[in-house]
């Protein structure tokens, strides 16, 4: 019944932070939409015309989006035990570049994205969920930014734990010595406080962090060197680097 009680006390936070998300997602079906709505105002009954190409581009991306939003309702009932997780095989740069064009239409005009994407490696993980970290991660590193200029770098590279530095991580529990794919994503923003980097006062942290562990990964936030934040999710490996 403790048990019990807990998992429902984290779901009503979890149930906040996926409240946080949708909202994320719908501006930038919002966004995608009034593209679309432009561009076919310049289209004049072309259908083969580049304004006509640019308008299904941007309803594609409209599409994308919304699926996403029908994956974080998909993924609080599994956190409930009452839906079920599939698991696909997939590398993390390549779920980058399938989500480039959506990213860089979320993110602010005045905000930049640099993509540092390292070795590839399988893992086989829930897509949509990693596709919701990875989204949630861009989206909260623009509003650290907020309305002045910056910068957001998206990393991805692989790190081989052994007994004590998997050990090291202590929150939900140790990691399993093993390879990881590892996600990272750093502003230059307002930064981070201690208490929103320890994840009791800031539901959107509190969100990735059980989606990693519902992936038997981990989360971690801390500061950057000169302001800003660097965010770090890790999922375990299904095999060794690929040449």
């Not at 086989?124 to 907020?146: H, S």
Request: net charge negative; aromatic share 4%; hydrophobic share 40%.
């Amino acid at each position: 019944q403790l048990a019990r009680a807990g998992k429902l006390e984290s779901l009503g936070l979890l149930a906040g932070g996926i409240a946080h998300d949708f909202n994320n997602i719908l501006l930038a079906i919002m966004g995608g939409v009034e593209l679309a709505r432009m561009s076919l105002e310049e289209l004049e009954g072309d259908a083969g015309s580049p304004a006509g190409e640019a308008a299904r581009s941007h309803l594609d991306d409209a599409l994308s989006a919304a699926n996403h939003a029908a994956d974080l309702t998909r993924q609080l009932l599994v956190y409930a035990g009452k839906g079920e997780t599939q698991r696909s095989r997939f590398t993390l740069p390549e779920l980058i570049e399938s989500m480039q064009k959506l990213l860089e239409t979320s993110a602010p005009k005045h905000t930049r994205l640099r993509f540092e994407l390292g070795p590839v490696a399988d893992l086989a993980v829930d897509r949509p969920l990693m596709q919701q970290v990875l989204l949630n991660l861009v989206l909260n590193a623009a509003d650290a930014i907020g309305s002045e200029r910056g910068t957001i770098h998206v990393r991805t590279g692989i790190a081989e734990l052994d007994g004590a530095a998997a050990a090291a991580f202590t929150v939900p529990g140790p990691l399993s010595p093993g390879a990881y794919a590892w996600l990272e994503v750093e502003d230059d923003g307002v930064g981070i406080t201690h208490e929103e980097l320890d994840g009791r006062t800031c539901l959107g942290l509190i969100g990735m962090r059980e989606r990693m562990h519902a992936l038997g990964g981990t989360f971690s936030a801390t500061p950057a060197p000169g302001g800003g934040t660097i965010v770090r999710a890790t999922a375990p490996l299904t095999e060794g680097p690929k040449s």
